[in-house]
């Protein structure tokens, strides 16, 4: 039988235990999604997408875009995701992928769409913002106009938006 004994000193094993405590905390942080980075929404320049409980959000949601809208939506509706994707929808999910957002994962829920008219922060007369609302978190937006040669865009950081994103 062989035993093997180590004499560590205090200082010693409060640092083997705070190394421990600091690898358990980073373990921790990954497996809960928090490893650090900013998340899509965020990467994007888009305000954080979750926590969208109600119209004073979605108001100030597209104020942090830099969109000034109308205080009520002129469309409030709700949409089922498909579960498949016809080539239409594809393309949708391919302009809210840009943005940071996938509708992939919402096949088959049903959501909340709001639709608001822009007043100031973009380009041309009656302008609609739309939010794609799940359980208070926006899963997609985009920006259009019907009028002239029309445009369905991503609802990404219009001219007013806060200069200063963290």
């Known amino acids: 039988m062989l035993i093997m ?3 560590l000193s205090k200082g010693k094993i409060a640092l083997a235990l705070l190394a421990a405590a600091a ?3 980073l373990v921790l942080r990954l497996a809960a999604g928090g490893g650090g980075s ?3 929404a965020q990467q994007s320049g888009l305000p954080e997408p979750s926590g969208v409980t109600g119209n004073e959000d ?3 949601y597209l104020a942090a875009l830099g969109y000034t809208v109308q205080p009520e939506p002129v469309q409030t509706q709700e949409v089922s995701i498909p579960t ?4 239409v929808f594809t393309r949708y999910n391919e302009l809210q992928r840009s943005q940071g957002f996938d509708l992939a994962p919402y096949a088959g829920k049903r959501a909340k769409r ?3 008219r822009v007043t100031e922060g973009a380009e041309g007369d009656n302008v609609c913002a739309t939010l794609l609302i799940y ?8 920006l259009s106009c019907a009028e002239g040669e029309g445009f369905l ?3 990404l950081p219009g001219p007013g938006a806060a200069q200063s994103r963290a």
Do not use: C, H, M, W
Not at 135 to 142: F, L, Y
């Open 23 to 25: 690898l358990l905390i």
């Open 58 to 60: 979605r108001v100030a």
């Open 84 to 87: 498949e994707f016809n080539e």
């Open 114 to 116: 709001y639709v608001y």
């Open 5 to 7: 004994t180590a004499k």
């Open 38 to 40: 900013d998340s899509p």
């Open 153 to 155: 865009r991503a609802l």
């Open 135 to 142: 359980k208070d978190t926006v899963i997609g937006a985009d």
